[in-house]
C-alpha cells in the first residue's frame, strides 16, 4: 500500500497520461497534413497550416472527419491507459511506471503508425487514395500492442540495467 501522497502523484500522471493520449490523437492528423503538404510537397509549413485549418469544414476536404476517425484508436488508446494505471495506483509503484511505460511505448506506435499512413495517403496521386482513410485505424490497432510490449520491455531493461 502507498502513502497518500504517492498515490495523488500517480493519479496526477494517469490523469496527465490521459490528457496527452486524446490531445496526441488529435494533433497527429494536422502534423501529418503539414509535413505532408508542407515539406513533401514544398508548400510551406505556415501554409499547410493555414490551409488545413481553413479547410476544416470545406466541403470535399472533410479535414475535421479525417481528424476525428483518425483519432477513434488514440481515444480507445486513452480509456485503456485510464483504466490500466487506475487499477494500480494503491498497489505497487514498480508495476504502475511498467504499465505506463507500455502505455507510452503504445502512444509512440500509435503515432508512427498513423502518420506514416497518413503521409502516404496525402502525397497519393491516386483518385482512390481517400477510401484509405477508412483503414487508417486497423494498422493503428495492429501496432498499439506491439508498442505496448516494447515499452514495458525496456522500462525492464532500463530498470536492469541501472541496477547493475
Do not use: C
Not at 157 to 164: D, G, I, N, T
Request: hydrophobic residues 55%; charged residues 10%.
Amino acid at each position: 500500500m502507498l502513502a497518500q501522497n504517492e498515490q495523488r502523484k500517480l493519479a496526477l500522471i494517469t490523469t496527465i497520461t490521459f490528457w496527452s493520449i486524446i490531445l496526441g490523437g488529435i494533433m497527429v492528423t494536422p502534423l501529418s497534413y503539414v509535413i505532408a503538404e508542407g515539406i513533401i510537397n514544398h508548400d510551406g509549413i505556415f501554409y499547410a497550416l493555414w490551409e488545413f485549418y481553413s479547410s476544416l469544414f470545406v466541403f470535399g476536404y472533410n479535414y475535421f472527419s479525417i481528424m476525428v476517425y483518425g483519432a477513434i484508436p488514440f481515444m480507445i488508446l486513452a480509456f485503456f491507459a485510464l483504466i490500466n494505471l487506475s487499477i494500480v495506483i494503491e498497489s505497487d509503484k514498480e508495476i504502475f511506471h511498467r504499465r505506463t511505460a507500455g502505455v507510452m511505448g503504445s502512444m509512440a506506435a500509435a503515432v508512427i503508425a498513423t502518420m506514416l499512413s497518413f503521409v502516404s495517403l496525402m502525397t497519393s496521386s491516386d483518385a482512390q487514395a481517400a477510401l484509405g482513410f477508412l483503414v487508417v485505424p486497423f494498422p493503428v490497432f495492429l501496432a498499439m500492442p506491439v508498442g505496448y510490449l516494447a515499452g514495458r520491455i525496456i522500462w525492464k531493461r532500463k530498470l536492469h540495467s541501472s541496477v547493475l
